[in-house]
T-cell receptor, first 116, second 111 residues
Framework: GAGVSQTPSNKVTEKGKYVELRCDPI?????LYWYRQSLGQGPEFLIY????????DSGLPNDRFFAVRPEGSVSTLKIQRTERGDSAVYLC??????????????FGPGTRLTVL | ELKVEQNPLFLSMQEGKNYTIYCNYS?????LYWYRQDPGKSLESLFV???NGAVKQEGRLMASLDTKARLSTLHITAAVHDLSATYFC???????????WGAGTKLIIKP
């Protein structure tokens, strides 16, 4: 079956612009996660959805970052007034549920965001 | 605050050799994951370790968990070039969903 997909694969934008990054989780997975990975580092947690609601957005770095998942499937990460420091690979993952063995997270290929 | 430390961060080795990557974490957790990442690619799940003394093996890779020592190891036996990648460990917080990641171990295996 299809895995987690993310679009676009690459996004180059100018400082101050608005960007949207999209994630399509594995069908039937209720939990969805966004991470940010900088070069040479492990992923950094941003936000977690269980169904349509953001169960934990404690990892979002500031109020320029926002994410939605209106129908409990596709999610969009939105970044306003982008800064050069936002440049990173944004990873999306999904899991069947959020607890127990079903918590195993499956990752998409990521969106490489470059802010010039 | 949960911290996860991997070592070494970089490892270059010859084919056929054995080596171990270590993952230490700072507070109680009941779930530890190992992932592989190839350059420019996403993360591939390798192992999920759930309990003290858990050991899992897949091919030339074997992972183990010691929850008392808060230590997991990923052992590579008779390394082959195809195992070259960056390996991450990730530890689940008590809430189960949030993963805290190590910095990764970049493994280069020379033919």
């Amino acid at each position: 079956g299809a895995g987690v997909s993310q679009t676009p694969s690459n996004k180059v934008t100018e400082k101050g612009k608005y960007v949207e990054l999209r994630c399509d989780p594995i069908s039937g997975h209720t939990a969805l996660y966004w991470y940010r990975q900088s070069l040479g580092q492990g992923p950094e947690f941003l936000i977690y959805f269980q169904g349509t609601g953001a169960a934990d957005d404690s990892g979002l770095p500031n109020d320029r970052f926002f994410a939605v998942r209106p129908e409990g499937s596709v999610s969009t990460l939105k970044i306003q007034r982008t800064e050069r420091g936002d440049s990173a690979v944004y990873l999306c993952a999904s899991s069947l549920d959020s607890s127990g063995l079903a918590n195993e997270q499956f990752f998409g290929p990521g969106t490489r965001l470059t802010v010039l | 605050e949960l911290k996860v430390e991997q070592n070494p961060l970089f490892l270059s080795m010859q084919e056929g050799k054995n080596y171990t990557i270590y993952c230490n974490y700072s507070t109680t957790s009941d779930r530890l994951y190992w992932y592989r990442q190839d350059p420019g690619k996403s993360l591939e799940s390798l192992f999920v370790l759930l309990s003290n003394g858990a050991v899992k093996q897949e091919g030339r890779l074997m992972a183990s968990l010691d929850t008392k020592a808060r230590l997991s190891t990923l052992h590579i036996t008779a390394a082959v070039h195809d195992l070259s990648a960056t390996y991450f460990c990730a530890v689940a917080l008590y809430s189960n969903y949030q993963l805290i990641w190590g910095a990764g171990t970049k493994l280069i295996i020379k033919p």
